[in-house]
């Protein structure tokens, strides 16, 4: 049902609305930023009755919402917070890894328990709403926010985001544990061009309809309460002030019922970044009238809104219908009953916490490259532990942590309990005996310290070497886009020099996403992608070293082998030299889907059926332990009237099989699967014949394929 054909809330939507002057509902409107105005700033926009507030922590919220709650009407406030991986802008929370390594996992499950663990702290913190999930698609991986993303694949964004607002969102919005999500930057953020932050996005309709619409229709049917306004741009028009996307196709197409709130100043950017408006009352209407119900941080807008009705330039109908969407959100969670979230005291890192985190972390673990040192058996003894992110909580928590935010309680203190990659060595190592011994040896960004030779001595006489390479925050985030995404620093010289050595080197990259190490995988024996692990990132590497866990992550995301190379996508269109370049191959260093185990899986007997449009394959473990699999299904459509990518996914399953064991798996693909998006942007099928992919990753060679008919 949709949100507005509950009669009971619409009532008291209504009746609410009735009562409200014309400031009162420019007022509501308003997300103020409380850490970056004056506190008797805030303080002043509590008593106009602004109807939010982002980045309150702790007795701030309690202070704001008593305020709100005085006020003649007393509508109280809706708190919004970067909860992006966990709530982590709280140094006491449960820091989960980043949305990019959580979505290695190609578990829902999982992704939806972080959802709901991220969800109870936060409500815990007294606040209401998540500015979460990022469901932008990272395919200019020199982007600074791409560890934000789940990947670059539509089918795979979608299920995993579908998954994370079940877990924040609950069964009810009103549920003690529930938080509002939100589905952001709506839309095309990450397609900026060379990968530019906020940058102007190069996209049509067509292409927004046929590979960014369709995580959000995946958010819309999950119920997600609140979408973001992206900063880009379509066809020349600013999203912030394109009704077309805002409401034509986000409302009347998707049927999207909840608000939407701009992102950070966009209503300013449209008169000081874009100049579409020539000042802040026109840049007011643009925004009021496309559709943005709620205003990030700009202020302006408050006295624009007010301006704009009183002088007749806009109609109140448009304030009316904000406010409306706005309220609907806050009766379905109950904050007129219970305006303060109260989640689970005592539960902030809490040892159901810190495992669903743990657990999560163990299958982001992605192995892409095993000469056979993996698992270290029993002929490793000694082992050293080389590189700048092997000891380094910052950069094994990435962005959007109480080391990274302003606005949050930002200690200079990592808080515990948390293991870095040589603490859960030397956890696992010492239970087995093994010797460990640590050296730096470089830093990512900071060369002061540099100790080539020191770390050279630490390796000498080992059985093997653990070097941890990647990147700092101060590498990723917002306005950190990289032109160059190879190892910075002297880490590559670094490798150079243990290389020398000729002791068999597994190299582990934690970092915000793939740079890029064609040279240090080409010399390792082995090679591991955690990314950014959270709290017990560095437990989960050990463990999966070690053996002890059998690595099961598959890359959501293609790593390029140079920077040049950029974009390697893996569902590109078809086209005629693209394939090469002079000095390089176009294919990826690991492709999309890649990701190996210990054991070993075979893929047999596929069957197609087209008038049930099932696909059924057998999948065995041929090797000699447990391990999961997970089955991914992609789709060519054969001839097309437009160009269409050479393949995408449209199914998977992450699957557990003892040594030995064969599985039946049938994946029903639905018609929709078949559709695609004529330059009219209507979506249809084209009858005609479709190759069907069955296989572990999204490369050629490991996939079964058969044709099917699709009338
Ligand atoms: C980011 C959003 C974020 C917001 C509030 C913006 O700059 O683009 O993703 O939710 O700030 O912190």
Redesign the pocket.
Known sequence: MNRSQNTELETRVESLLSQMTLEEKAAQMMQIPFSYVPREEALRWARLGAGSF??VLGDDARELQQIALGTRLGIPVLFGI?AIHGHALNDHATVFPSQLAAACSWNPELVEQMGRVTAREVATDGLHWT?SP?LCLARDTRWGRVN?TFGEDPYLTGELGAAIIRGYQGDRLDGEESITA?A??YIGYGEAVGGRD?CDTEMTYRKLREVFLPPFKRAVEAGVATV?TA?GSIDGSPFTASEKSLKTILRDELGFDGFVVT??DNVTSLVIRQFVAENMDEASLLAANAGNDMI?TTEAFYDSAIRLVRTGRMDERILDAAVRNILRIKFEMGLFERPEKRGKPGCFACAEHLEASLTLARESITLLKNDGVLPFGAGVRRIAVIGPNADDIRAQYGDWTYFTHP?ANRRQEPVRPYTTVLEGIRAVAGEQGVAVSYSRGCGVLDSTADDLDGALEVARGCDAIVLVVGDVPEQAG?TKDRADLALSGRQEALFERLKTLSIPIVTILVASKPLCVSHVVEGSSAFLAAFNGGMLGGQAVAEALFGRINPSGKLPISFPRHSGQIPVYYNQLPGWHGDKYVDLPQTPLFAFGEGLSYTSFAYSNLRLDADTRAVSVSLQNTGGQAGAETVQVYLRDRVSSVLTPVKRLVAFEKVWLAAGETRELVFSLTREDFSLVLPNERRVVEPGEFVIFVGGSSKDEDLLSGTIFVE
Request: with cysteine.
């Open positions: 982002l980045h970067d500015f990022v934000e939100c952001k930057h906020a973001m900063y992102d950070w990030m606005a917002e």
